[in-house]
């Protein structure tokens, strides 16, 4: 159990184009998700805390209208990066809480976005 | 501000051999800590997870302890395989619920 589901695993856009990432819990509801961003060889980064129903915290220096979060389910918050320029390029990865006292968090199997 | 540190950086050891990896983090006001996997271009797969009120869980031949009053984690690989070679993170969750990951410990496990 305690599965989360991320769509797309890689993703190549062209400069100034949006691109929208999809984190779903499969079999349970999340009514908090995170998303955070990985660079090569380094460890995650949280960019924000996405609650279902309202907006999301963002993490100091990220930018709210790059990088828009929505949640309007228990089940589903998406990311949508904005006018991607390259340097928006890394690993993409959204976690869930499971309520599980025993799991913790999920994690989904992250996106790899390339801006060119 | 919670700090996390995995030593090793990096782990290259026979096939056969035990590994030990370590996690150390300056709070010790933690809620739980969390080891996870993480294969390249993939995310994370949990491991083990252990309450503040624990001392450590074993799962298989994975084992982890958790001493909070001086701020240690230790994640115990018995018998290593191959396939074990990953990069392994450990988490911190505080009283909220952001964690905080170390960089990471990336271990090769030579056949």
């Known amino acids: 159990g305690a599965v989360v589901s991320q769509h797309p695993s890689r993703v190549i856009c062209k400069s100034g184009t949006s691109v929208k990432i999809e984190c779903r819990s499969l079999d349970f509801q999340a009514t908090t998700m995170f998303w955070y961003r990985q660079f090569p060889k380094q460890s995650l980064m949280l960019m924000a805390t996405?609650?279902?129903?309202?907006?999301?915290?963002?993490e100091q220096g990220v930018e709210k209208d790059k990088f828009l979060i929505n949640h309007a389910s228990l089940t589903l918050s998406t990311l949508t990066v904005t006018s991607a320029h390259p340097e928006d390029s890394s690993f993409y990865i959204c976690?869930?809480?499971?309520?599980?006292?025993?799991?913790?968090?999920?994690f989904g199997s992250g996106t790899r976005l390339t801006v060119v | 501000k919670q700090e996390v540190t995995q030593i090793p950086a990096a782990l290259s050891v026979p096939e056969g051999e035990n590994l030990v990896l370590n996690c150390s983090f300056t709070?010790?006001?933690?809620?739980?800590l969390q080891w996870f996997r993480q294969d390249p271009g993939k995310g994370l797969t949990s491991l083990l997870l252990?309450?503040?009120?624990?001392r450590e869980q074993t799962s298989g031949r994975l084992n982890a302890s958790l001493d909070k009053s001086s701020g240690r984690s230790t994640l115990y690989i018995a018998a290593s395989q191959p396939g074990d070679s990953a990069t392994y993170l450990c988490?911190?969750?505080?009283?909220?619920?952001?964690?905080?990951f170390g960089a990471g410990t990336t271990v090769t496990v030579r056949a």
């Open positions: 252990i309450q503040s009120s624990q």
């Open positions: 996405s609650n279902e129903g309202s907006k999301a915290t963002y």
């Open positions: 988490a911190v969750r505080p009283s909220d619920y952001k964690l905080s």
């Open positions: 976690s869930a809480l499971t309520g599980q006292a025993n799991y913790g968090y999920t």
């Open positions: 709070d010790s006001a933690i809620y739980n």
